[in-house]
């Protein structure tokens, strides 16, 4: 851990808001600037501003990286899965009118959850690889 | 007045361009790298791109910067000073490569020109389409997701590929697995 003590407050005040403002940017990109990959990011820089002051074993243990792991995966596997879905439907592969009933509703719907689905693989696959560079020193060697 | 903003904006882009190249500090080379990558989020909110200037804001200037003193923190953040001759060749051929891009840049319509083929191609479609079709106010999320969701999925996979590649370069679970159980491997190869 980083004994800067104005770093360190100012961080625990910062990342919380951080992460607030992704989550914002993940579910207000419908109607401002933003979506799933820009909140995925900035979700992930609030990751690495945590293991950068808190030290990469208590970053992993707040997010460990079998759990990252798991999110990649998750992430891309719902998007797909949407597509997936609206098949079922009787639509096209990621034709997002066949999930509901109306299909502007179906259209919201598919957008909101392949916009999830960026957002969770990307600020997983930031924090997966920054804990990858960081620990690399320590691991293998 | 719009122009001189572009104007300012492109030379601190050229100026630290080539302080980047001229620098040998490679930790100061990463710092001036996140504001170069800001300078242009500026530039592309000044050209009314809002989420392209969101998305160089949030990888160029936030992620690439951490990732990039990540990397200098296993290495080591002073470029190596071994003195090369100057090679003539390879200055011919970056000014003749830019100049063939200047060359080309005549040939293409002027900056916000309605009449331009970028904005007649499928744009008028999506600019007619999105309110009734998708009913999302912002229409970059509407044509991402939705029209294009296709592309946008090619792109969460190149995501995906690009963390499973690291994992294999930087030591994946299976090194992990090695570096865990190296101290009885170690004592069992010992023993005999």
Redesign the interface.
């Known amino acids: 851990m980083i004994r800067h003590v104005i770093l360190r407050v100012m961080s625990k005040l910062l990342i919380p808001v951080i992460m607030l403002f992704a989550l914002y940017v993940q579910f207000h990109g419908d109607y401002g600037p933003g979506g799933g990959f820009q909140a995925g990011v900035i979700f992930g820089a609030a990751i690495i501003l945590y293991a950068l002051m808190f030290g990469l074993e208590t970053a992993e243990a707040v997010f460990p990286p079998r759990v990252l792991e798991l999110l990649v995966t998750f992430g891309i596997l719902l998007y797909g899965g949407t597509g997936i879905a609206a098949i079922f439907e009787g639509g096209n592969f990621l034709d997002y009118s066949a999930l509901a009933h109306e299909p502007v509703h179906g259209q919201h719907l598919g957008i909101l959850l392949v916009e999830l689905g960026v957002g969770i693989t990307v600020a997983s696959v930031m924090a997966t690889i920054f804990f990858y560079f960081a620990g690399r020193g320590r691991r293998d060697v | 007045m719009i122009d001189v903003i572009h104007i300012v904006l492109f030379t601190f882009l050229a100026v630290i361009a080539i302080a980047v190249i001229r620098l040998r500090d490679l930790f100061a080379a990463v710092m001036l790298m996140g504001i170069f990558s800001l300078l242009s989020a500026s530039l592309f909110t000044v050209m009314d791109a809002?989420?392209v200037?969101?998305?160089e804001a949030?990888?160029g200037a936030?992620?690439s910067t951490?990732?990039m003193l990540?990397?200098l923190?296993?290495t080591t953040s002073k470029e190596s000073t071994l003195y090369q001759r100057p090679q003539p060749m390879a200055l011919i051929a970056v000014i003749l490569t830019g100049a063939a891009l200047v060359y080309a840049t005549f040939d293409m319509p002027r900056y916000g020109d309605a009449s331009a083929p970028i904005h007649h191609h499928v744009a008028d479609y999506y600019i007619a389409r999105t309110e009734g079709?998708?009913?999302?106010?912002?229409m970059?999320?509407?044509i991402?997701?939705?029209y294009r969701?296709?592309d946008?999925?090619g792109?969460?996979?190149v995501?995906?590929t690009?963390?499973v590649a690291?994992?294999l370069l930087?030591?994946g679970g299976r090194?992990?697995y090695?570096?865990r159980h190296r101290d009885d491997a170690e004592g069992e190869s010992d023993g005999p």
């Open positions: 809002v989420d200037a969101f998305t949030a990888v936030g992620i951490v990732l990540a990397t923190s296993l079709d998708i009913g999302v106010p912002n970059v999320t509407a991402l997701a939705s969701g296709y946008t999925w792109e969460t996979t995501i995906f690009a963390c690291v994992m930087l030591g090194t992990y090695r570096w």
